[in-house]
């Protein structure tokens, strides 16, 4: 007591350490605990999160109006053999669309059997699938150091001249991300995201098309609190973005998105919910051009999911049903 | 006269010199893309078995029968 008193009538400007820790001893007496939650976390303008990598910025958009609807019937079996290696056998039996010019969907009937190996490491991860076709789809991701990262992505095929591959190096700073890419047909582009505050990110990007002499910039935005997430993107290819997603609950999320290409004159709204529950995941949509589609994964055992996705376009009149079932992990 | 020769022998120099420049590079530009083609055949078959290799020398060392079975 009294050495507080003393302390308190002779204040040093620059205190002493080992009086230091008398001070908040003495606050913690006079003020109340529970001012303290009252009191508004200040923003530190230094240490704003990491944002989202630019290509994911519609991420939980993305994942629940758009999954992976197919026709037909799909069975996918993956074995683990390791904790980081597996393989995996695909058969899929069922029609696919040939894009035509006409409005009429041609559906040509395929089937085929891919087989994949995945060998995933914190710091590497090799992913690849090969079709009966000679088709390969390649994907590597390395961790060259802590924040720059080798990200490689390639569909090689036996036909001459028909083959994609794309190279990204990305760089991960404390509250920003940027990232370069080289990809075939002389394609070069760039994007950078920057967290601005603790719940806003912006990004643009430009890109190069080499043969075709064509170049595009694009700016991106994102505002996400723990209920939803909005984002905007706007590229001067003419195409406007915008998707907005709300979670209701632990268990239901609303998504809806907005499209706008000015070159061909397309306008596409969507609206869709995701409902995650504990033996199934379903998925439903509504979309302007009048196609209704849902998607449903139910869980019957431990690692057995049974898969029933359906897609009516009442447009085009063309219906879509498929069922499939996964095992493994 | 000395004058004329060296200007001439300056322009072969300078003509010579820019043919070896664009020798040069559709030199470089013929191995690049040699190599690409080499290097596409070279991912598109040993992609896949280097996976295999790599998985089936991680720990714990998963045994060659189990690449085969489907249990």
């Keep these: ?329 | 006269m000395a004058p004329k020769i060296g200007k001439g022998k300056g322009k072969t120099g300078k003509g010579s010199k820019g043919a070896d420049e664009s020798s040069i590079a559709r030199y470089v530009k013929v191995w690049s893309t040699w190599t690409m083609k080499r290097a596409k055949v070279v991912a598109h078959y040993g992609f896949i078995p280097l996976i295999i290799l790599i998985g089936m020398n991680s720990d714990p060392k998963p045994h060659f029968s189990q690449l085969l079975s489907p249990v």
């Design chain 1, 1 to 329: 007591m009294g050495s507080s008193i003393s302390y308190a009538a002779a204040p040093p400007p620059p205190p002493p350490p080992a009086n230091l820790s008398q001070h908040p001893v003495g606050l913690g007496v006079l003020l109340p605990s529970k001012t303290e939650e009252k009191i508004e976390k200040k923003v530190d303008w230094r240490n704003l999160p990491c944002p989202l990598p630019f290509e994911e910025i519609q991420r939980e958009a993305l994942m629940s109006l758009k999954p992976e609807l197919f026709e037909g019937l799909r069975f996918d079996f993956t074995k683990g053999l390791n904790q980081k290696f597996s393989l995996s056998h695909s058969v899929f039996m069922g029609s696919m669309e040939v894009p035509s010019q006409s409005s009429d969907t041609i559906k040509v009937p395929t089937s085929h059997y891919e087989f994949g190996a995945n060998f995933l490491d914190p710091k590497l991860m090799l992913v690849g699938r090969v079709l009966t076709d000679g088709r390969l789809n390649a994907r590597v991701k390395c961790d060259l150091t802590d924040n720059l990262t080798l990200k490689v992505n390639a569909q090689l095929t036996n036909e001459p001249h028909f083959s994609q591959g794309m190279f990204n190096f990305d760089y991960k700073g404390s509250d920003f991300r940027t990232q370069f890419q080289i990809g075939n047909n002389a394609f070069y582009g760039a994007n950078y995201i920057q967290s601005v505050a603790p719940n806003l990110s912006l990004g643009s990007e430009v890109f190069w098309l080499g043969h075709q002499r064509k170049s595009g910039i694009g700016f991106a935005a994102r505002y996400n609190t723990e209920k939803m997430v909005a984002t905007g993107q706007v590229a001067s290819t003419g195409v406007v973005a915008l998707s907005y997603v709300q979670k209701v609950s632990e268990k239901v999320s609303l998504a809806s998105d907005f499209m706008y290409n000015q070159t061909t004159r397309d306008v596409t709204a969507s609206f869709g919910y995701d409902y995650i529950l504990r033996q199934c995941r379903l998925r439903g949509k509504i979309d302007s051009n009048g196609v209704v589609s849902s998607f449903l994964e139910e869980r019957l055992n431990m690692g057995v999911n049974f898969i029933l996705s359906a897609e009516v376009d009442h447009r085009k009149k063309d219906y879509k049903f498929g069922f499939g079932m996964t095992v493994g992990e």
